[in-house]
T-cell receptor, first 110, second 117 residues
Framework: QTVVTQEPSFSVSPGGTVTLTCGLR?????????PSWYQQTPGQAPRKLIY???IRSSGVPDRFSGSIFGNKAALTITGAQADDESDYFC??????????FGGGTKLTVL | EVQLVESGGDLVQPGGSLRLSCAAS????????MGWVRQTPGKGLVWVSR????????SHADSVRGRLTISRDNAKNTLFLQMKSLRAEDTAVYHC??????????WGQGILVSVAS
């Protein structure tokens, strides 16, 4: 089984910039894995932020951006706001029509 | 407005069976890949399965293959997940999802499946 890795937690100051990453236990992430990113607040269904590495979903503020950073996918939040405090999950297409989520990153804004 | 509404969740004994349904509305159901994602309370997301628009192609996570089976009825705009040989580790909230460009752009609120004796 492929394992997708994410930082368990991260903190950022209001107005600051933070980059969350999404890697593979074995190998490098590329655009061919079609990385997508989801934001989830307690009690709510996840919301898609980014798909196909760097395309923002409709209505997502432009302070959220996606990229490939080294051998990982990355989600960067520029000018973090209090309501960005959430869990963030990445997902990769890992072959054979299989998807796999990372374990999620709990982002604290303080 | 796009809506995905799951039903069929229940408390079931280990080894038991259950069928989840997802009623879709607000979009042309037959044009989209659909899928299921589950989440253990307080924990992360796990992709379960996906199905092509015409239902002819399916794939499942290794952990559920052979026990959970996805299907759809395009005439009724409904997605299904047939679950058998259920285990305690299948306990989770199951979300119906719409797939778009290798991501899930619409999510149902989820339905709880509990497997316990």
């Amino acid at each position: 089984q492929t394992v997708v890795t994410q930082e368990p937690s991260f903190s950022v100051s209001p107005g600051g910039t933070v980059t969350l990453t999404c890697g593979l236990r074995s190998g490098s992430v590329s655009s061919g894995h079609f990385p997508s990113w989801y934001q989830q607040t307690p009690g709510q269904a996840p919301r898609k932020l980014i798909y196909k590495t760097n395309i923002r979903s409709s209505g997502v503020p432009d302070r959220f951006s996606g990229s490939i950073f080294g051998n990982k996918a990355a989600l960067t939040i520029t000018g973090a706001q209090a309501d960005d405090e959430s869990d963030y999950f990445c997902m990769l297409s890992v072959g054979n029509d299989i998807f796999e989520f990372g374990g999620g990153t709990k982002l604290t804004v303080l | 407005e796009v809506q995905l509404v799951e039903s069929g969740g229940d408390l079931v004994q280990p080894g038991g069976s259950l069928r989840l349904s997802c009623a879709a509305s607000g979009f042309t159901f037959s044009e989209y890949w659909m899928g299921w994602v589950r989440q253990t309370p307080g924990k992360g997301l796990v992709w379960v399965s996906r199905i092509s628009p015409d239902g002819g192609k399916t794939s499942h996570a290794d952990s559920v293959r052979g026990r959970l089976t996805i299907s759809r009825d395009n005439a009724k705009n409904t997605l299904f997940l047939q679950m058998k040989s259920l285990r305690a580790e299948d306990t989770a909230v199951y979300h119906c999802v719409r797939e778009n460009w290798y991501g899930f752009d619409q999510w149902g609120q989820g339905i709880l499946v509990s497997v316990a004796s």
